[in-house]
């Protein structure tokens, strides 16, 4: 099997993963599940496709040339986390002591 | 006509101010807005007499090579810090003859504290970070440039337009009056309908884009275009904290550009993002501005951090000590600097329990600081020291910034500072840390990497009278302060009733004479070592005996930085090549090399900002969407044009590059004792010992 096959099939699958994420998204509105189940139901869909496409169209895993990109892509998210966790935190404790 | 130039007309200006209204509050205005005008002719006038304006477009406007965009950063640093330094001065003599009143309106003195903050942040600091990082990476990972040279003259132009626009506001109009940070909904439409908040919105956000912009090529250069065998470890510290920086910028710059421009959707579209009424929540303003605000300061002190780390190990002529504490520190530092941001609004209403986290957090940063301050020490430890300016810098700096961090962790427990916030302890504090953190360390990094730019040492007794001075000056001025402030002086009052505070305001009013005098002998500096250009020339690129890479080429630096990319052994390489063996050898083959053309994009891109944004502040709206338009266009010209860069003839190079080293080779080198005299071209003899 040569690299481009590889590749190839890899693109394959994560557009397959995709797919199947993006429909079962759709299914879980499509359905009439309880708003708390489907929108439980979508976040872990969403994030799982997030992970999808960054490994099977970005390419990035834990090998040691990819570990850059990796460590990058890590603290984006913590400081996405702090940041957005953070200021959930200080508005609502404000907004809560304004009642 | 109102179409044509929207809310300008001819009573804008201070000097038509002072004709209608004569007085010391309007004539130091029109003052201030006639020194501007005078030092644009004057400027006009020196180009165009010594013909200088084909040298400038040639070799620096149209430049896109690291090290001229770095001067250029640093020189719209300098001047803006004259600006800043007589705006301190002006509000120090204010504020000692403010006892129930005061020569300058209240206005007056907002817009002076307003404009003085968003400055010295804004476009001092970072202007001479941002300079010093562009002018040092390449050289000590050894790259011939930034990994994206154009994008750098972007982030310049943009920056520089957010410099212009202060100046124009000196002139044109008033500046706005509710602080550097420009809490709403005070600079809201209600209450602020005038042009101030425009103008403070329209500097800040082509400054924070540009300023991301440079992170992303910060970071990016240090990770993809070091020299092989520079490994993570054996990167010089300044470069280690230039990533730190560079990778915070990149992800705190974006929530200023953000906020700003929330607010000026709240001011120009009606929005009610930050309003008192209609759902407006002026307190997420707040929250979002000092996520940018906090890691900001820590953005500014990291390479500061990085700038007295090369300068400790030179000058005591030793290995830095503790080198990876000093990188998990510096790590440490900048993951931390983003969970701290709360404390600069502990007094806004939030629970105890989200204080005291947020309190937590800021105790802990001042940790890893600490360790730096005993690795630098431990470096000066039995070294061979000499007391050169960036040494006298670095002494003032360990005294003065450790009391400065110390205050820091006291503000830190919002006990306390419910007691001493918004007073002047805490002004004392925060120019505490800056002054002798940040700014000593960027005039200290000048003095220090000058040579490698411009051929030539800066002058040293210049250098240490104005090193003295501005010690002595920041601690008559600001030590006060503090006092001030336990006393119970709010800051940015423009006039108080209680006489007690008038013998300590005295005291730093006189400080700030002292303060004007530094800025004075730092300039004459500059123009000394230029008159002496041919005794200071350090041609031989050594003057200090360097330890890094960027030591390890002539002075000036060639355009294209190295004739060959070294192999890289060592975390000190260079001062391994000096004891392993020769470091000036030839080598075996030389290769073309591939230069960035010059290119007027960041130019063209500075002009078309600072029209946009004039025209926004105005409301002129035809300029405004010519400025946006054309920034548009010239991005696109640019993507067609396919010859970007020029190749460099490897004969070229090898001519150049083998005259320098014959002359190395014939001269003879200085010792450390004739380190400051003419005899100091730029070849170290080896005299000192090598500590392991």
Known sequence: MTEIDRDRGRYLIGAGLSALLTILAFAAVALGLSRGVALGIIGVTAVAQVIVQLRCFLHIDFSRQKREDLQLILFSLLLLAIMAGGTLWILANLAQRMM | ?692
Request: proline share 6%; with cysteine; hydrophobic share 55%.
């Open chain 2, 1 to 692: 006509m109102s179409g044509l130039f929207g809310h300008l007309d001819w009573t804008v200006t201070p000097f038509a101010a002072a004709i209608a209204d004569p007085g010391t509050n309007t004539f130091v205005a029109a003052g201030a807005a006639g020194l501007v005008v005078l030092g644009a002719v004057a400027l006009l006038g020196f180009l165009t007499w010594f013909r200088l304006w084909g040298p400038l477009w040639r070799d620096w406007l149209t430049s896109a090579d690291h090290k001229k965009i770095g001067v250029m950063y640093c020189v719209i640093g300098i001047v803006m810090l004259a600006r800043g330094v007589a705006e301190g001065a002006v509000m120090r003599a204010h504020q000692a003859m403010a006892l129930n009143g005061g020569p300058l309106s209240a206005e007056h003195f907002a817009e002076l504290f307003s404009t003085h903050g968003t400055i010295m942040i804004l476009f001092v600091a970072a202007p001479l970070v941002i300079g010093l990082i562009n002018i040092v990476v390449p050289l000590q990972i050894g790259a011939r440039d930034m990994a994206f040279p154009v994008m750098n003259q972007v982030s310049l132009g943009l920056t520089a337009a957010g410099a212009a626009l202060l100046m124009i506001s000196l002139v044109i109009g008033r500046f706005e009056t509710g602080g550097w940070s420009a809490y709403p909904p005070y600079t809201g439409r209600v209450f602020s309908p005038g042009e101030g908040p425009d103008y403070w919105i329209w500097s800040v956000v082509p400054a924070g884009i540009g300023s991301m912009l440079s992170g992303i090529n910060f970071a990016v250069t240090i990770y993809k275009c070091r020299a092989p065998g520079m490994t993570y470890m054996r990167m010089p510290l300044f470069t280690w904290t230039a990533l730190c920086a560079a990778i915070m910028l990149v992800y705190a710059m974006p929530p200023v550009t953000v906020s700003s421009l929330m607010l000026a959707l709240d001011r120009y579209a009606g929005f009610h993002f930050f309003t008192n009424d209609l759902g407006g929540n002026m307190m997420n303003y707040a929250n979002i501005f000092w996520m940018f605000g906090h890691p900001e300061v820590y953005i500014l002190v990291l390479p500061a951090y990085g700038v007295w780390s090369e300068v400790s190990a030179t000058f005591s002529a030793k290995t830095l000590y503790g080198y990876p504490s000093l990188v998990i520190a510096t790590m440490a530092i900048a993951v931390i600097a983003f969970t701290v941001w709360l404390h600069h609004f502990f007094t806004m209403g939030q629970s105890a329990s989200v204080n005291i986290a947020f309190g937590i957090a800021t105790m802990i940063i001042a940790v890893p600081t600490g360790v730096k301050v005993y690795d630098w020490m431990a470096t000066l430890w039995r070294g061979r020291i000499r007391m050169t300016v960036p040494m006298v810098y670095l002494t003032g700096f360990f005294i003065l910034f450790v009391i400065g961090g110390l205050t820091g962790v006291i503000l830190a427990n919002p006990t306390i500072d419910y007691q001493v916030h918004n007073t002047l302890f805490l002004v004392a504090h925060f120019h505490n840390v800056l002054i002798p953190g940040v700014l000593f360390a960027m005039l200290a990094g000048i003095h220090y990497w000058f040579p490698k730019v411009f051929g030539f040492r800066l002058h040293e007794t210049w250098g240490k009278r104005a090193a003295w001075l501005w010690i002595v000056g920041f601690c008559v001025t600001f030590l006060p302060l503090y006092a001030l402030g336990l006393m119970g002086m709010p800051r940015r009052s423009s006039s108080f009733a209680d006489p007690a505070f008038v013998p300590l305001q005295l005291v730093a009013g006189a400080g700030a004479v002292i303060i004007l005098l530094a800025l004075a002998a730092t300039l004459v500096c500059y123009g000394v070592s230029i008159r002496q250009r041919g005794t200071l020339a350090v041609p031989f690129g050594d003057p200090w005996d360097g330890r890094t890479l960027e030591w390890a080429m002539p002075a000036p630096a060639p355009e294209w930085n190295f004739a060959v990319i070294p192999a890289v052994a060592a975390r000190d390489a260079f001062w391994a090549e000096k004891t392993g063996g020769d470091p000036y050898v030839a080598p075996e083959r030389y290769e073309d090399i591939e230069l960035p053309r010059p290119t007027a994009l960041g130019l063209v891109i500075c002009v078309a900002t600072t029209a946009a944004g004039f025209a926004l502040t105005w409301h002129i709206w035809w300029l405004a969407l010519s400025g946006l338009v054309g920034i548009g266009l010239a991005v696109m010209v640019r993507a067609f044009a396919t010859q970007t860069t020029r190749v460099l003839p490897a004969a070229e190079v090898a001519v150049h590059h083998g005259r320098w080293l014959e002359a190395v080779h014939t001269a003879r080198g200085i010792t450390r004792d004739a380190e400051d005299s003419p005899a100091n071209r730029g070849l170290a003899a080896p005299d000192t010992e090598v500590t392991p």
